[in-house]
């Protein structure tokens, strides 16, 4: 009996991210939702500048490029034109939270029918691991080397759905995470939500995901699902917000 297959909404390439890293889980979950539903043919992903920007080449539906930040601007664009289309956008936290907050704000405000899947690995991946707006107090990185520090100027971790979910125009914001089979399936169940109400054309939809980002945490793959365990959910707690 076939017990685990592949699902064909994906390419049959290996991803090129770190090892122990939380985009490849997260890019099968969606593809997995995308077949699910049956809407393939009219899915279009726009992807973000980071890691993931070649997701293209691990979904097998069409994908756009958007510039930093502006993947929401660009989804906008896409489902006014084509409000048919199932249309998400898959950013990290530099990407959505950083650049390219006010396209995230204003996009979100204005309630467009969109799915937006938010990568929190609390650093930027793709440069070298610089300080994000969602890097944690004392997290060490690239541009906080003796750890971020509120009173030096540096800000506090940005919870962006718990900011979202006072606009109008948010109808569903939850936190999720991928650090065991259990909250892996309760982020496939949020992730379909979030296309669901899109398909139901109910308004604006947010799923942030805690991922593991190993090299920049200069941690063992096994070391960064017990950090996300242990200490992100602390700052991130988990559930459903709106
Ligand atoms: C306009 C612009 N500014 C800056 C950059 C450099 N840049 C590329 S990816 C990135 C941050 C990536 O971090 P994040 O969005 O958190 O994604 P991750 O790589 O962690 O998945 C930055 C600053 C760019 N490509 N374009
Ligand atoms: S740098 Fe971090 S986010 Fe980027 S692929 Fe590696 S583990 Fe993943």
Not at 82 to 94: I, N
Not at 104 to 123: P, Q
Not at 164 to 172: E, F, H, I, R, S
Request: charged share 20%; proline share 6%; with cysteine.
């Amino acid at each position: 009996m076939l017990e685990f297959k592949k699902p064909q909404t994906l390419k049959d390439k290996p991803f090129h991210y770190c090892p122990g890293c939380g985009h490849g889980i997260v890019h099968r979950i969606i593809a997995e939702v995308v077949e699910e539903l049956g809407i393939r043919e009219r899915t279009v992903a726009v992807a973000p500048v980071g890691c993931a920007v070649v997701a293209y080449d691990y979904w097998d539906f069409d994908v756009t490029e958007s510039a930093h930040g502006r993947a929401l601007a660009v989804a906008t664009g896409i489902k006014r034109c084509r409000p048919q289309l199932a249309v998400f956008t898959y950013q990290g936290d530099g990407d959505l939270a950083s650049i390219g907050m006010a396209e995230t704000l204003h996009c979100a405000n204005r309630g467009e029918n969109l799915t937006c899947i938010f990568i929190n690995n609390a650093c930027y991946g793709m440069t070298g691991g610089q300080m994000a707006p969602t890097t944690l107090i004392g997290q060490k990185t690239a541009t906080t080397p003796q750890g971020r520090a509120p009173q030096k100027g540096e800000g506090y971790p940005l919870k962006v759905p718990e900011l979202l979910a006072n606009l109008k125009g948010v109808v569903y914001a939850e936190r999720t995470s991928v650090d065991s089979p259990a909250n892996i399936i309760k982020t496939k169940q949020a992730i379909k939500k979030a296309f669901l109400n899109q398909i139901e054309e109910k308004g604006f939809s947010l799923v942030e995901v805690l991922s593991q980002c190993p090299t920049v945490w200069g941690l063992s793959p096994v070391q960064a699902v017990r950090w996300v365990r242990e200490v992100m959910v602390k700052e991130f707690p988990l559930g459903k917000i709106k």
